[in-house]
């Protein structure tokens, strides 16, 4: 059973450039969260996505990134005209659909892919 | 509405014991521990879903305290595996984004 995936893992871009990182969950799984963390600092959770649906987007910054999960193919976070501050690793995680009260369950991470920005 | 991690770092001896304190000024749902090796994604530990709920894994436990909207990761006879950065993640009880993760706390054992 496949884990979490994430590519490229690796990715350099240049100022003014768009990068385009991709994730396919685990098999099963309904909900995927992107987060951002810069070296030896803690997780910063951007967005939260179901298939088709933006479920809480409170994360993300409000110019040049977007995400989707389409109902077909993997989650992508664009992220336009990529500035120097962008640099960072940006993980995906997975989970299973949680039923109420708790909407938070279990989160299954991929590998990230560390953006370089030149 | 990040929740604090104390301490922030921990060096200990093979065999030793720890504890991670995680605290939130939002009242809680549910506290979620990972683990993160350097360079490695994060790692699902447990979930705490009620307050006061305890639960274990192997040598590696947590409480949780909804009253005092904290939860604590106890570590009993560390080993060297146990070390890398351990990041509570809340889940709020209000609507909207409630999860966040904590600051994180970094653990070192050493033989």
């Known amino acids: 059973n496949a884990g979490v995936m994430q590519n490229p893992r690796h990715l350099v871009r240049r100022r003014g450039q768009e990068a385009r990182l991709r994730c396919s969950p685990m098999?099963?799984?309904?909900?995927v969260y992107w987060y951002r963390q810069l070296p030896e600092e803690g997780l910063k959770f951007m967005v939260y996505?179901?298939?088709?649906?933006?479920?809480?987007e409170s994360g993300m910054p409000k110019e040049r990134f977007s995400a989707e999960f389409p109902k077909e193919g993997p989650s992508i976070l664009r992220i336009q005209q990529v500035v120097r501050g962008d640099s960072a690793a940006y993980f995906c995680?997975?989970?299973?659909?949680?039923?109420?009260?708790?909407?938070?369950?279990?989160?299954?991470f991929g590998p990230g892919t560390r953006l370089t920005v030149l | 509405q990040q929740p604090v991690q104390s301490p922030q770092a921990v060096i200990l001896r093979e065999g030793e014991d720890a504890v991670i304190n995680c605290s939130s000024s939002?009242?809680?749902?549910?506290v979620h521990w990972y683990r993160q090796k350097h360079g490695e994604a994060p790692v699902f530990l447990m979930i705490?879903?009620?307050?006061?709920e305890q639960k274990g894994h192997e040598k590696i436990s947590a409480s949780f305290n909804e009253k005092k909207q904290q939860s604590s990761l106890y570590l009993t006879a560390s080993q060297l595996s146990y070390s890398g950065t351990y990041f509570c993640?809340?889940?709020?009880?209000?609507?909207?984004?409630?999860?966040?993760f904590g600051t994180g706390t970094s653990l070192t054992v050493i033989p």
């Open positions: 996505l179901q298939k088709e649906n933006i479920i809480d």
């Open positions: 098999k099963g799984h309904s909900h």
């Open positions: 705490l879903l009620k307050g006061g």
């Open positions: 993640g809340t889940e709020g009880t209000g609507t909207g984004n409630q999860f966040y």
């Open positions: 995680a997975s989970s299973q659909y949680q039923s109420a009260p708790s909407s938070y369950n279990e989160q299954f």
């Open positions: 939002k009242a809680l749902y549910s």
